[in-house]
C-alpha cells in the first residue's frame, strides 16, 4: 500500500509490536505526529514536560517489561535533550530506539534552523545509529533498528529521519516480527575447565549483574552456588535478580556495596562473573582487584571479556546455558570454612551498625515493609541511590530500576513515569533534593497521566554524595554541595496538582509513607535527614575492599 | 606490556559515514592508530580499511572484538607480519642540485624506486615496499633536503589462495 514516509514509521512501530511511545512534538516530526493521531487506538504517545523526561521515561519503560523502549524527539534541541538519556541507556545495556526528526535533505549541511548532526554526536553512545536519506530505506531501517536494540547485549539505536522523507510516499509491505539471533551455547570444552577451576577452589564467589538480569537466570545462580557451595553478589545493576532473603545472597558488592558482600568477593580464591563488565565501582582499582583469585567470565558481549580485568577462563556464550550445563556437570562441593568465615562478616557487618539510629536505613525499611512485592522501586543518582541499593527488601524481579552506569542525577521521575507506563504497578521514586530538581518538571507528566508513584526525597539539603566525598578527602570544604534553597516541595507538589507531605522522623515518615501509598496520583513526600549522613561502607579511592571504612569513627576526620 | 606492531583488515559496507564509525571507535577506546587505508575491493558492496597500530596482547583482542561489534562491519582479521604481503606508497621530493644530483640517481636505483618527475629544482620519487623498506629510504632522502612528501599507509593480503572470509584462526 502506498503511504507517507511518517505514516510507514507508524505503521512499522505498531508491526513491531510498539504499544507506547514517550516524547515531544516539533516541527521537524509534525508529520509523525500527525500519523499517530491516527493511530491513538493503537500507540499511546506520552507527553512529558521535556525531552529528557521522555528518553527516561521509555529507559523507565524497557527496564520494568524488558521490552524495547521508543521516544520520538525534534531535530535540533528535541534532539540533543536525548541524549543524556541515551546515554544513560547505552551504559545500562537497555534497549531503546529514539527517533529523531531532521530538516529536509536538501537543507542538510547548511546549518539550518534546529539542523543538528545527531547522528554524529550519538556515535559513541548507541549500538548503532541511521540516517535515512531515501523513503525506500525506512521500514527496512526502523525493523534493523528493533532488531539490534534488542539482540545480543541490548542497547540504544537512534533513527534520524529528515522531513522530506515522512512527507515522501512508497509502498508499504507488513513483515512479521524477525526472530532475533540466538546467543551461541557454551562448549564441552569450556564447561570442562569451569569444573577444574571450581574443584580447585575452596572460597568461592559467584558475581552477577545486568546480563544476569536481562537473561532471567537469579534461580539457576541459586542452584550453581548450592552445588558450588558458594555465596553471591551483585552488581548495582544486578538488583532485584535475586530475592534480597535468598540464604546465600550478600547483596550488592563495591564501592558503596554491602560490607560482606565486597569483603567475601576480594577474599575469595574463585570468581564467577556472570553478565558482568568488571566496573571500576564493583571492584574497585582494577589492578588491585582480587589478585589471588582464579576467575571465569562469562558474557554474551565479547568484547567484554578481560576488558577491564584479565581473566583465567573467558567465555562468550548464553549465560543460562552456561550456569545450568555447570551446575550438571560440577559435584557437590562443600567449603564449611569459607561458609564460617562469609557468616562471621555478616556478622560483623550487622554489628558495625547495631541499634545505631539512622533515618536513611529506617525510611528505607519502612518503605521496604509497606509495598507490593511488583512495586517498582526507582531511584535518582546521589546517597539516596545507594541506601536504597543496600537496604531495600526485593522481593521481584525487574523491580530495582536505576541508573547504575551513567549515574545520572534526574533520571527518576522520568524512568518512574516509563515504568508505569510498561507495567502498570506502582512505583516508589527514591531521589535527593539536589537530583530531584533536575526532574521535577515531570511531576507535570505524572499528574497528568496519574501515575501512582510515592517520591520520597532524601532531603538532606545538600548534594550529599559529593559532600561525603568533600568530608572524607577534602577535610570538609564543602564547596558548593549546600543547597539552601527555599523550595517547598509540599506547595510545589500541590502547585502541580499533586500531593505532598513533609516527615521529619521514623514515625512521620510512616504516617505519611502509608497515605501516601495509597493514593492513585503522585504524591511527594520530603523527608528531612541530616546533611552530614554518610554512605558507609566507603572504598577510599585505589583502596581494596579488605581495608574498607566501615565506620564514621573510622573516618580520621576532626569532624566525625 | 609489550607492544607488537599488528595490521588489521577490515571489510565494511561502502556506504557513507562508515568510515568516521570505525576511526570513532578507536578514538572513543582510546586506542592509537598508526595507519590506515580505505578503498574498493573485488565486490562493490564492501571497503576494505586497513589499518596498522601498536598494540599489547589485551589491546589487540580489544580493538578486534569492539570492531566486530559495529554494525557496518563485516568482517575482521589481524594479518600474520609474516604471512602477508605489505605494501606502502611513497611520493617523494627532494632538492635537485648540480652536486647532488648524480646521488640521488643513484639512490634511486639501489632502492628500487622511480623518477616520476624531474626539474631543475626538484627531483620527485616514488617508492613502493613495505614499510621498513619505505622508512630507509626516506632517511637516505634526507641528506638531500626533502621538500615535500606523503606516504599511504600500509595495504596488506594474506599470501597464498587465501582470502578474508576464509577461515582465520584468531575467530
Ligand atoms: C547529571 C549529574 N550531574 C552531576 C552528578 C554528580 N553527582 C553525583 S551524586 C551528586 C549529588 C546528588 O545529590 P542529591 O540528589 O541531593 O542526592 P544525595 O546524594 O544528597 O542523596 C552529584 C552532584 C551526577 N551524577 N549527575
Not at chain 1, 511511545?21 to 509523525?32: A, K, R, S, T
Not at chain 1, 531495600?392 to 527518576?412: D, E, N, P
Not at chain 1, 521514586?429 to 520520597?456: H, Q, R, W
Request: proline share 3%.
Amino acid at each position: 500500500m502506498k503511504m507517507t514516509g511518517a505514516q510507514i514509521l507508524v505503521e512499522t512501530l505498531i508491526e513491531q509490536g510498539v504499544d507506547t511511545v514517550f516524547g515531544f512534538p516539533g516541527g521537524m516530526v509534525v508529520d509523525i505526529y500527525d500519523k499517530l493521531y491516527d493511530k491513538q487506538d493503537k500507540i499511546k504517545h506520552i507527553l512529558t514536560a521535556h525531552e529528557e523526561g521522555a528518553v527516561h521515561g521509555a529507559d523507565g519503560y524497557a527496564r520494568a517489561t524488558g521490552k524495547t523502549g521508543v521516544v520520538i524527539a525534534t531535530s535540533g534541541p528535541g534532539a540533543t535533550n536525548l541524549v543524556t538519556g541515551i546515554a544513560t541507556a547505552y551504559l545500562d545495556s537497555i534497549p531503546l530506539v529514539a527517533i529523531t526528526g531532521n530538516v529536509r535533505n536538501s537543507m542538510i549541511g547548511r546549518d539550518s534552523f534546529q539542523e543538528i548532526d545527531i547522528t554524529g554526536i550519538t556515535l559513541p553512545i548507541t549500538k548503532h545509529n541511521f540516517f535515512v536519506h531515501k523513503v525506500q530505506n525506512l521500514a527496512e531501517v526502523v525493523r534493523t533498528a528493533f532488531e539490534l536494540a534488542q539482540s545480543g547485549r541490548p542497547g540504544p539505536v537512534l533513527i534520524d529521519i529528515p522531513k522530506d522523507v515522512q512527507e515522501a510516499v512508497f509502498d508499504y509491505k507488513k513483515k512479521p516480527v524477525a526472530k532475533l539471533p540466538a546467543i551461541p551455547a557454551c562448549s564441552d570444552i569450556d564447561i570442562e575447565k569451569a569444573v577444574k577451576l571450581i574443584k580447585e577452589s575452596k572460597r568461592p564467589y559467584i558475581y552477577f549483574g545486568g546480563g544476569a538480569l536481562r537473561t532471567s537466570i537469579g534461580e539457576d545462580i541459586e542452584k550453581l552456588a548450592d552445588k558450588l557451595d558458594a555465596v553471591i553478589g551483585c552488581s548495582m545493576m544486578g538488583l532485584s535478580e535475586i530475592p534480597t532473603d535468598s540464604p546465600r545472597f550478600l547483596g550488592m558488592q563495591g564501592m558503596h556495596g554491602r560490607f560482606a558482600s565486597s569483603v567475601a568477593m576480594a577474599k575469595a580464591d574463585l570468581i564467577i562473573a556472570l553478565g558482568v563488565r568488571f566496573s571500576d565501582r564493583a571492584t574497585g582499582k582494577t589492578e588491585k582487584y582480587a589478585p589471588s583469585a582464579s576467575k571465569i567470565h562469562v558474557d554474551c558481549d565479547r568484547a567484554e571479556i578481560g576488558k577491564n580485568v584479565p581473566v583465567d577462563l573467558g567465555i562468550c556464550c548464553d549465560l543460562k546455558d552456561f550456569v545450568d550445563r555447570l551446575t550438571k556437570a560440577c559435584p557437590q562441593r562443600k567449603n564449611t570454612e569459607w561458609i564460617k568465615k562469609v557468616n562471621s562478616l555478616r556478622q560483623r557487618e550487622a554489628d558495625a551498625y547495631e541499634g545505631l539510629p539512622f533515618l536513611p536505613r529506617d525510611a528505607i525499611n519502612i518503605i521496604s515493609d509497606n509495598i507490593k512485592p511488583d512495586t517498582r522501586l526507582v531511584t535518582d543518582v546521589g546517597q539516596h541511590q545507594c541506601w536504597a541499593a543496600q537496604f531495600l527488601k526485593f522481593r521481584k524481579k525487574r523491580t530495582w530500576i536505576t541508573s547504575g552506569g551513567l549515574g545520572t542525577m534526574g533520571f527518576g521521575l522520568g524512568a518512574a513515569i516509563g515504568c508505569y507506563m510498561g507495567s502498570g504497578s506502582r512505583s516508589v521514586l527514591i531521589t535527593g533534593d539536589g537530583s530531584f530538581g533536575m526532574c521535577l518538571n515531570e511531576l507535570a507528566t505524572a499528574v497528568t497521566y496519574k501515575v501512582p508513584v510515592t517520591i520520597v526525597i532524601f532531603n538532606n539539603h545538600a548534594l550529599g554524595m559529593v559532600r561525603q566525598w568533600q568530608k572524607v578527602f577534602f577535610d570538609g570544604r564543602y564547596s558548593n554541595t549546600t543547597i539552601d534553597r527555599k523550595t517547598d516541595f509540599v506547595k510545589l507538589a500541590q502547585a502541580f496538582g499533586a500531593k505532598g507531605f513533609k516527615a521529619t522522623d521514623k514515625k512521620t515518615f510512616e504516617e505519611a509513607f502509608k497515605k501516601a501509598y495509597k493514593v492513585k496520583g503522585p504524591v511527594v513526600i520530603d523527608l528531612t535527614i541530616k546533611s552530614d549522613s554518610l554512605v558507609l561502607p566507603m572504598l577510599k579511592p585505589g583502596g581494596t575492599f579488605n581495608n574498607l571504612i566501615l565506620r564514621r569513627e573510622d573516618i580520621s576526620d576532626a569532624e566525625g | 606490556m609489550q607492544k607488537d606492531k599488528i595490521i588489521i583488515a577490515i571489510y565494511v559496507d561502502n556506504r557513507y559515514g562508515v568510515l568516521s564509525r570505525v576511526t570513532a571507535m578507536f578514538t572513543r577506546r582510546g586506542f592509537n592508530i598508526d595507519s590506515l587505508t580505505v578503498g574498493e575491493t573485488e565486490s562493490p558492496e564492501y571497503s576494505r580499511i586497513t589499518i596498522t597500530l601498536s598494540a599489547a596482547k589485551n589491546d589487540k583482542d580489544q580493538v578486534v572484538s569492539q570492531l566486530r561489534k559495529l554494525y557496518n562491519v563485516k568482517k575482521v582479521i589481524v594479518l600474520s607480519q609474516n604471512d602477508s604481503i605489505k605494501r606502502e606508497l611513497l611520493l617523494i621530493k627532494v632538492k635537485n642540485t648540480e652536486k647532488t644530483h648524480a646521488d640521488i640517481v643513484e639512490a634511486t636505483n639501489i632502492f628500487r624506486t622511480k623518477i616520476i618527475d624531474f626539474t631543475d629544482e626538484a627531483i620527485s620519487i616514488e617508492a613502493t615496499g613495505d614499510s621498513q623498506k619505505i622508512d630507509a629510504f626516506i632517511e637516505y632522502m634526507k641528506k638531500f633536503e626533502i621538500i615535500e612528501m606523503c606516504r599511504t599507509g600500509l595495504v596488506a593480503l594474506d599470501r597464498g589462495g587465501t582470502n578474508i572470509w576464509s577461515e582465520h584462526e584468531d575467530e
